[in-house]
């Protein structure tokens, strides 16, 4: 609050002291020096210029990172003008940004060794018609993720393509109020992902070729926990069929093959009018984070659920997660498209999970607690309507006035 | 590893402006205190000769109980603080430093670290400024005669050559960082601060002219250059991480609170990853004890936690700090060499946990 204020206050004096000051365009050309030149112009922008980068390729050797607020970064296209870090030697990722109130739009990157791009307490950040790949396919030693916006208020990302991050293609951590939109993902393990993440809205996506297509995910143990409000609507998620490559240890990793759209401990989201097709384990799958955590206020349940409207087409003809098989077995045919583990109380709470799956049929595992495979009794009904829940609103990217 | 150049009774006698006698013009406190950086390293005359080897005026030796790795650069540092100012004791956290104060480190390499005097090469000089408003991070990068640095913003690959202790000849791209590296680990809740000038890390003795050891913050006081520190035994102590007869979990916790700490914080780049690395952590969760990882990617090496009691080969700390590769390697900036001592501590410490109940076992 006090740094807001200041900084209203600076700007004030700034505007009344000096008039209006210009903003100015930094251009960066392709060649020798490319690293220096380019860093040195991310260094010298202030609020309200724009890094102009030219058309061609950038061979860089080092991470970038931006540190001004109200700062644009744009190239002359995502095929024009491609950051290449093929030869990176140091860093984590290839672009981090650690400022409020930037856009980074236009341009390619290319073969980090870690992520993409990353923007951590970036407010206002917003990604605009990008590139992010790797350009030698799935493997597992590919980066992370694509584009990583984490901790962050009001992030827009919007006409970005993703190809071949190890973990996710677009990944939103512990933000508020996030914009996913017109955006691609594939051949990623998984397309989209929101975790520990308040007020979304992943709309007009393309997640296909990835293992999973859309994630809805809250964990244990970090900052911010308690993943809650998320849409995830006009989506078209299909053919998620590229056999998962996530190195072990990530929570990704234990995402099944062909999986359209998975929520895991997180409460009221709402999946509708997507289409659905061409996952072998699911279309859309509920279920409880499985492993041992030690903090009582996380909820290691998806609760306050709704799945209705979807154009379900050919899912979950040859289930990938544990008990899969045996059921698809029993059932004699392929799964029902929506599976729910079932998990309906955790720590000795008893029915505090209601749900909504409307889009049926609905296989329900009837889990005793979560990730007890070996005690399902699995049924399967054409709904499972245990309430009705307001959804969110469509998330706006204003910021707050006081 | 070099100590400070300087023995302290030097130092006293330049802090108390007895070795002023010449007429050595001080430190160029105006330039300190500008907005923009100098151009030059030599500009703000914090030392007087070209080589930074003979500082001025007020600007004092030190040295850390348990340094940061820096693929093994030497380093030698020195504080400044203009005259009439003193640096405000806190028993945790930075020293409260007054505006105008400089924290100088150069890293160096000598031709063969088992004689570290002898054929030394300076690479880089790091300063951190306390401007009026707070702290900002500069470096200047040595040119190969070691006659003049320049300010180098954006960062840049030197490579170095050195004979490492086992008679290994090393090559490699030393990485100096740009300034919003200098800024990624030199964090506290998005502002620049200092890492190492903390009480804790700087209370212990160091070797005085003439013979006989001092504690050092007891001979800043001494010299006028620290008010408020309490008597040299009630201060805190930090371990010093290669001193074989201080206890394992206070040796490897105090290297790592000072070469992840500062990144692994709730205030830290590193917040949003969960992992805790600061000596005061007292949650194994956050510690990493049986914590999957967050946004590890490949950094995970295929494995499931960050420390697995009992086991090092299973915890991704120890995987981490042992890889050169980046992308996987931890800490992410600040080195491109393993260091095979700091590995091997950790690994330690983790083997003398008790191991956790696991199914299978």
């Known amino acids: ?402 | 590893m070099r100590r400070g150049l300087l023995p302290p009774a030097i130092l006293l006698a330049t802090l108390a402006g007895l070795g002023a006698a010449a007429p050595q013009p001080g430190v160029n406190l105006d330039l300190v205190l500008a907005d923009a950086p100098a151009p030059r390293l030599s500009d703000y005359r914090l030392f007087l000769d070209a080589g930074a080897d003979r500082p001025n005026g007020r600007v004092a030796p030190y040295d850390l109980v348990t340094p940061l790795f820096t693929d093994h650069a030497e380093k030698d540092r020195f504080v400044f603080t203009p005259h009439g100012r003193r640096i405000g004791y806190t028993a945790t956290g930075v020293l409260d430093f007054p505006a105008g104060a400089v924290l100088v480190k150069t890293f160096a390499y000598p031709a063969d670290l088992r004689r570290p005097d002898h054929d030394v090469r300076k690479v880089e000089t790091r300063l951190l400024i306390r401007k009026a408003l707070g702290w900002t991070a500069q470096t200047y990068v040595w040119n190969a005669e070691g006659t003049e640095a320049v300010l180098k913003r954006a960062g840049a690959r030197v490579p170095v050559r050195f004979t490492d202790p086992g008679g290994r000849e090393v090559a490699l791209d030393y990485a100096v960082p740009n300034q919003n590296q200098c800024k990624t680990c030199h964090q506290v809740e998005g502002a620049v601060s200092p890492i190492g000038p903390k009480a804790w890390n700087l209370n212990h003795e160091v070797a005085q002219a003439g013979g006989g050891r001092a504690n050092l913050l007891a001979l800043w006081s001494r010299a006028g250059l620290l008010e408020g520190a309490p008597a040299p035994e009630a201060l805190p102590r930090l371990a010093a991480w290669n001193d074989a007869a201080q206890p394992l979990e206070a040796r490897a916790r105090a290297y790592l609170d000072v070469n992840c700490g500062h990144c692994h914080s709730p205030a830290g780049s590193a917040s949003n990853s969960g992992l805790f690395l600061t000596a005061d952590e007292t949650r194994p969760a956050a510690l990493g004890v049986g914590k999957p990882p967050v946004a590890a990617g490949r950094g995970s090496g295929g494995l499931s936690v960050a420390i697995d009691p009992g086991h090092p080969e299973r915890s991704i700390l120890a995987f981490r700090m042992a890889s050169g590769e980046p992308g996987v390697m931890m800490p992410e900036l600040g080195r491109t060499l393993v260091h095979e001592e700091g590995v091997e501590l950790v690994q330690a410490w983790i083997s003398s946990m008790p191991p956790a109940r696991r199914p299978g076992d």
């Open chain 1, 1 to 402: 609050m006090s740094r807001i204020t200041v900084c209203l206050a600076v700007a004030a004096v700034l505007a009344s002291a000096s008039g209006a000051v210009e903003a100015a365009t930094l251009v960066v050309t392709p060649g020798p020096d490319a690293q220096e030149r380019l860093q040195t112009a991310l260094l010298d922008a202030r609020p309200g210029d724009t890094v102009q980068i030219a058309a061609g390729r950038f061979d860089l050797t080092d991470g970038l990172s931006l540190d001004v607020d109200g700062v644009t970064v744009a190239g002359a296209g995502p095929d024009a003008t491609v950051l290449s870090f093929k030869g990176q030697k140091g860093a984590g990722e290839g672009l981090l940004i650690t400022s409020d109130r930037v856009t980074v739009k236009d341009l390619a990157v290319e073969d980090t060794r870690g992520d993409g791009i990353k923007s951590k307490g970036a407010d206002d950040i917003r990604y605009l018609n990008l590139r992010v790949e790797w350009t030698g396919g799935p493997k597992e030693t590919n980066g992370a993720y694509g584009v990583y916006p984490v901790s962050s208020q009001r992030v827009l990302i919007d006409g970005v393509l993703v190809r071949g991050a190890s973990d996710a293609g677009v990944y939103v951590g512990q933000s508020r109020y996030i914009i996913v939109r017109n955006s691609r993902a594939e051949f990623n393990v998984a397309g989209i992902e929101i975790e520990n993440s308040m007020f979304a809205d992943v709309h007009d996506n393309v997640a296909t070729r990835n293992t999973a297509g859309i994630l809805v995910f809250d964990l244990p143990n970090l900052p911010q926990m308690g993943g809650h409000s998320t849409r995830v609507f006009r989506n078209r998620i299909a053919d998620n069929d590229t056999p998962n490559f996530a190195p072990k240890g990530n929570i990704v990793a234990s995402v099944p093959n062909g999986t359209g759209v998975m929520v895991m401990a997180n409460r009221n989201v709402h999946v509708f009018d997507n289409a659905i097709s061409g996952n072998q384990s699911a279309g859309v799958m509920l279920v409880s984070y499985t492993q041992a955590f030690n903090d009582p206020t996380y909820n290691p349940l998806p609760r306050d659920i709704v799945v209705r409207d979807n154009r379900l087409g050919r899912n979950g003809w040859d289930p990938k997660f544990p008990g899969g098989p045996e059921i698809a077995k029993a059932l004699g045919g392929p799964l029902p498209p929506l599976v729910w583990d079932g998990v309906r109380a955790a720590g000795g709470k008893p029915a505090e999970v209601k749900v909504r799956l409307a889009d049926g049929p609905v296989l329900n595992l009837n889990l005793p607690g979560p990730g007890q495979v070996d005690a399902a009794a699995p049924t399967v009904s054409a709904s499972v309507i245990d309430a009705t829940f307001a959804e969110p609103p469509a998330v706006s990217l204003e910021p707050a006035r006081p």
